[in-house]
C-alpha cells in the first residue's frame, strides 16, 4: 500500500506539471502521512541531509567547475581544429569532427547537457556555412553530446556509483572502451550519411606544420582527462581529489599557457558549475527517502525474484531491463530516470549474471539514448535553441544515430569484456 501511494501521488504530481524534485518529495511525503511506514516528518528531512551528504558528490561541481574553466580558456576551437585536420578531408568529414571535438570535451566536462550546448554553439554555424544541412549538424551534436556521460569523468557515472555503492574509479575506467567506441559508431554513421548525400569535403592536402602547431597548441587540454585517471588509477588520488586537481590544472592552462582565462571569466564559470550542481544535487538529496522506502518495503528484492522466477534467461532479462530504461528516458530526464530505476533494476541485472561495471555502462549508455529521443529529448531541445530549427527536422536526422546507440548497447550486452576488461587489468 505505502509504494502503491509513493508511485501514484509522484505520477499525479508529474502529470501536474511538478519539477520532477518536487513530485518525488510529494510522493514521499504522501507515503509518510498515508502510508504505513508510522515515521514521522522530521525523519525526511534527516534522511534528505543524508542524500547529500557525500564527500564523493563533492567531485560533480569541482569536475563542472573544470570544464567551464576550460572551454572558456579557448578548449573547444582548438579541438575542433586539430580533428579537421584529422577528418576533414573525408566525405562529410565535419560530422566526424563534431562527434571528436564532442568526445574530447566530454571527457572533460563530464556533462552532456553541457557539452552539446558548448559544441552546438561552434559547430552548428560552421557545418552550416560549410554547406551541410542545418538539420544534419544539429542531429549529429545531439547525438555525440552524450558522450560526455560515458567518457570519464562522467556526472552520470559519479552518481551510479554513488547510488549503488560501486567503484567511481572502476567506472571511470570501464566507461573508456564503450566511449570510443560509441564515439567510432557515431562516426561511422555520420560517414555514410556524408557519403550517401554527397557532403562536401575539404580540399587539398594535409599541411603538416599546421597540424603540428595545432596540436601542441590543444595538448595541455587533451592532457588533462590522462591525469585524472592516472591520479586515480594509481591511488594518488581520489575521485574527489582528482577533481580538485583538475579545478588547479584548468586554471593554470587558461591563464599561464592559454592566457585567454582572465579574472571576469571566473563568475561566470562558477555560476554555471554551480547552477548545473544545484540541480543534480537535490535530486540525489530528495532521492534518499525515496529510494529508502523502495528498499525498506522490498521493492528491487521483490522485482528480481519476480523477474527470475520467470526463467526468461539473462538475454531476455536485460532486455527488459534494456526496454524499460528506454521507457521511462521518452519522459524523464536522465539524472532522476537513474536514481527511481538502478535501486530496482541493477539487482535485477545481477540476478541475471550480469557485472556491476557492465550494467553501470549499460544503464549509463541506454538512459543517454533518452537524450537526443523525442519527446523530451534535453539535447534536441538544446541544438534546436542554438540552431533555430524546428524538433521534427532534428528527428527525423537523429534516425541513423538512434541505430547506431542500439548497436553499440547490443555491443555492451554481448561482450562483457568491453566493459570488464580495463578495470580488471587496472586492479578495479
Request: hydrophobic share 60%; glycine share 10%.
Amino acid at each position: 500500500m505505502t509504494v502503491l501511494i509513493l508511485f501514484l501521488a509522484f505520477v499525479c504530481l508529474l502529470l501536474a506539471g511538478l519539477p520532477v524534485v518536487w513530485a518525488m518529495a510529494g510522493g514521499t511525503i504522501a507515503a509518510l502521512l498515508f502510508g504505513d511506514l508510522h515515521l514521522p516528518l522530521a525523519w525526511l528531512a534527516q534522511q534528505t541531509l543524508r542524500g547529500a551528504d557525500s564527500s564523493t558528490l563533492a567531485s560533480i561541481p569541482l569536475f563542472l567547475l573544470a570544464g567551464e574553466l576550460m572551454n572558456r580558456g579557448g578548449l573547444t576551437l582548438r579541438i575542433m581544429r586539430v580533428a579537421e585536420h584529422c577528418f576533414g578531408r573525408l566525405r562529410g568529414g565535419l560530422g566526424l569532427v563534431n562527434v571528436a571535438t564532442a568526445f574530447v570535451y566530454g571527457g572533460l566536462t563530464g556533462s552532456a547537457t553541457a557539452d552539446t550546448g558548448t559544441v552546438a554553439k561552434v559547430m552548428i554555424p560552421v557545418m552550416e556555412e560549410r554547406g551541410y544541412p542545418r538539420a544534419f549538424a544539429a542531429a549529429v551534436t545531439a547525438a555525440s553530446g552524450t558522450l560526455g556521460i560515458i567518457v570519464p569523468p562522467s556526472v552520470i557515472l559519479i552518481m551510479f556509483g554513488v547510488l549503488t555503492n560501486t567503484s567511481i574509479g572502476g567506472l571511470f575506467m570501464a566507461g573508456v572502451i564503450p566511449g570510443v567506441m560509441l564515439a567510432a559508431v557515431f562516426m561511422v554513421t555520420a560517414y555514410v550519411v556524408g557519403v550517401r548525400e554527397h557532403f562536401p569535403k575539404v580540399e587539398g592536402k594535409m599541411d603538416w606544420v599546421e597540424l603540428r602547431r595545432d596540436l601542441l597548441g590543444a595538448l595541455p587540454a587533451l592532457l588533462m582527462p590522462i591525469m585524472v585517471l592516472g591520479s586515480i588509477v594509481t591511488g594518488f588520488a581520489t575521485a574527489t581529489e582528482a577533481a580538485s586537481l583538475s579545478v588547479l590544472y584548468a586554471l593554470a592552462v587558461g591563464t599561464v599557457i592559454y592566457r585567454q582565462l582572465g579574472w571576469r571569466d571566473l563568475f561566470p564559470a562558477v555560476t554555471e558549475a554551480v547552477t548545473i550542481t544545484g540541480s543534480v544535487m537535490i535530486i540525489m538529496a530528495v532521492a534518499m527517502p525515496f529510494g529508502w522506502i523502495l528498499t525498506f518495503e522490498l521493492v528491487p528484492h521483490t522485482v528480481a525474484s519476480w523477474i527470475v522466477d520467470m526463467h526468461t534467461g539473462p538475454l531476455m532479462t536485460i532486455l527488459l531491463v534494456i526496454l524499460v530504461l528506454k521507457v521511462v528516458g521518452f519522459w524523464l530526464d536522465l539524472g532522476p530516470a537513474m536514481i527511481i530505476l538502478a535501486p530496482i533494476l541493477v539487482p535485477v541485472a545481477k540476478a541475471a549474471g550480469f557485472e556491476p561495471y557492465q550494467i553501470g555502462l549499460i544503464f549509463t549508455m541506454t538512459l543517454g539514448w533518452g537524450l537526443f529521443t523525442p519527446p523530451i529529448g534535453t539535447n534536441i531541445f538544446v541544438v534546436c535553441n542554438v540552431g533555430r530549427i524546428e524538433i521534427g527536422a532534428v528527428s527525423r536526422r537523429l534516425i541513423p544515430f538512434w541505430i547506431a546507440t542500439a548497436f553499440a548497447i547490443a555491443l555492451l550486452v554481448f561482450f562483457p569484456g568491453l566493459t570488464q576488461w580495463l578495470p580488471r587489468v587496472m586492479g578495479y
